[in-house]
């Protein structure tokens, strides 16, 4: 086989690295997906057949999926609003949940017509910042920062844009919040000449399915219980299950047992219901993989 036929095979995928990486390796982990260090520290091993993985920063991850050198890769959506490039989204993993926020020293805003000057806006996000200073119609000069940009203020900016998750860094710094600007968070992204080759594509959407189930189980647990038979119905009413509930006679026909998958979310309002509606022997489980 020749080596172009190989590389033409072979999934590409691309891994964050930083704050990112643990949390997409156990997403990947919880499919049955193994991500192992090898001695090559940017390439470690993955268990899917026929793939192999590199770990880049996030704005590389964007980039090379644009370029199609990379197939499949999780990246945060805030870079690929910021790069403007041109790549398939395929999933909202809703893990790394950070807004991008414009930041300055307190009272800073309340007190614009005293500056007397442009403003000076540090960050490494700059079409993002340019879009927000042309939104919010400020007199103010653009300044590159390449990371730690919370320390610019007030010596070095007047104003700095940057992402947070907690606004902890921000405070620590005497800096508020004064505008969100973009809100981001780890999304599963495919290269579009990926996704346009049929056995790339149809492996690429495995992919998917997989990442998926694993997210929609961590919302749900299985909630198992017996009701007698006059209060069956009320009992099945209380479950919103994810199509209809199972139902399956007891040993005996002393009854029936009822299952569904329910939010998490709910198990505080659902379960004192079911007790109160007679439903008996209630057992709550954890789900691994949800596929309709």
């Not at 403003?119 to 340019?130: C, M, R």
Request: with cysteine; charged share 25%; glycine share 6%.
């Amino acid at each position: 086989m020749s080596q172009e036929s190989t590389d033409n095979d072979t999934l590409r995928l691309a891994l964050p690295k930083g704050r990112m990486q643990d949390a997409v390796i156990l997403l990947l982990a919880d499919a049955g997906i193994r991500v192992t260090p090898t001695a090559r520290g940017y390439r470690p091993a993955v268990s899917l057949p026929n793939c192999e993985a590199k770990i880049l920063k996030h704005q590389n991850i964007v980039e090379m999926l644009e370029l199609g050198s990379r197939d499949v890769g999780f990246a945060g959506a805030d870079w690929v609003e910021e790069l403007g490039v041109e790549v398939v989204e395929l999933l909202d993993t809703e893990l790394d949940p950070v807004s991008v926020v414009a930041a300055a020293p307190t009272g800073l805003f309340d007190r614009l017509d005293e500056i007397g000057r442009p403003l000076v806006v540090a960050s490494e996000y700059e079409t993002l910042t340019k879009a927000w200073i042309a939104r919010r119609n400020l007199d103010a000069e653009f300044v590159r920062s390449f990371g730690a940009t919370e320390v610019f203020p007030p010596e070095d900016a007047d104003v700095i844009v940057d992402n947070t998750a907690t606004g902890s860094t921000l405070r620590a710094n005497d800096l508020e919040i004064v505008d969100t600007v973009f809100t981001s968070s780890t999304r599963l992204y495919a290269s579009p000449q990926a996704m346009q080759n049929d056995a790339k594509r149809e492996r690429i959407e495995d992919l998917h399915l997989l990442l998926r189930s694993v997210l929609d189980a961590r919302k749900r647990v299985m909630i198992e219980v017996n009701a007698p038979e006059d209060r069956l119905k009320e009992v099945v009413a209380l479950l919103p299950c994810m199509r209809e509930a199972t139902v399956a006679p007891l040993f005996g026909n002393s009854g029936y047992a009822v299952k569904a998958a329910v939010l998490r979310e709910k198990l505080h309002e659902i379960i004192p219901a079911i007790k109160a509606a007679g439903g008996t022997d209630v057992a709550v489980t954890a789900i691994s993989q949800i596929i309709p």
